[in-house]
T-cell receptor, first 115, second 107 residues
Framework: EAGVTQFPSHSVIEKGQTVTLRCDPI?????LYWYRRVMGKEIKFLLH????????ESGMPNNRFLAERTGGTYSTLKVQPAELEDSGVYFC?????????????FGPGTRLTVT | GIQVEQSPPDLILQEGANSTLRCNFS?????LQWFHQNPWGQLINLFY???GTKQNGRLSATTVATERYSLLYISSSQTTDSGVYFC?????????FGKGTRLHILP
């Protein structure tokens, strides 16, 4: 069974440009989470989808970040316009259930570098 | 690859008791974090602690990197502390999670 995949693995963009990250969860997983690690700091929760609905987006840093999950399958995270402090690694995870008892499977991450 | 083992897998305590959760890892790592999984499954960061000791209220954590383990202490536990606690390590952007400790605090 394929795990969580993320694309691209690495993106280098200039300040002010737009970048879209994609996450494909494990098939059948209704729950999809986005996390990020800003350079040298801890991993932090960004938001949580249950199917196509946003369950919680309290971790989104500001309105330059937009996440979607049309159709409840893959998800995209768009950063527009990107700023230098957005550099870091963005992780996606999926799980079968969301009541705290299901293991989350993490993707390999997308390393975003804003110059 | 790096192995992360958490112990105990399950822990049941009475409210007010203290608890210690352990995380062992098999190789040197760049970072270590402790998370609490909330009822909605979200992993909430508790400590980012590649080494040393940190405290936040009733919680504290200690990582001894040279001996490859970390401890999470919860003092005067409350029912709201119940849930699953995960330890995660990373090296070279690969995150490896332990299987977690499920903590039940009884009223």
């Amino acid at each position: 069974e394929a795990g969580v995949t993320q694309f691209p693995s690495h993106s280098v963009i200039e300040k002010g440009q737009t970048v879209t990250l994609r996450c494909d969860p494990i098939s059948g997983h209704d729950n999809l989470y986005w996390y990020r690690r800003v350079m040298g700091k801890e991993i932090k929760f960004l938001l949580h989808f249950v199917k196509e609905s946003k369950q919680d987006e309290s971790g989104m840093p500001n309105n330059r970040f937009l996440a979607e999950r049309t159709g409840g399958t893959y998800s995209t995270l768009k950063v527009q316009p990107a700023e230098l402090e957005d550099s870091g690694v963005y992780f996606c995870a999926s799980s079968q259930g969301s009541r705290g008892s299901y293991e989350q499977y993490f993707g390999p991450g997308t390393r975003l570098t804003v110059t | 690859g790096i192995q992360v083992e958490q112990s105990p897998p399950d822990l049941i305590l009475q409210e007010g008791a203290n608890s210690t959760l352990r995380c062992n890892f098999s190789d040197s790592v760049n970072n270590l974090q402790w998370f609490h999984q909330n009822p909605w499954g979200q992993l909430i960061n508790l400590f980012y602690i590649p080494s040393g000791t940190k405290q936040n209220g009733r919680l504290s954590a200690t990582t001894v990197a040279t001996e490859r383990y970390s401890l999470l202490y919860i003092s005067s536990s409350q029912t709201t502390d119940s849930g699953v606690y995960f330890c995660a390590v990373d090296r070279d952007d690969k995150i490896i999670f332990g299987k977690g400790t499920r903590l039940h605090i009884l009223p």
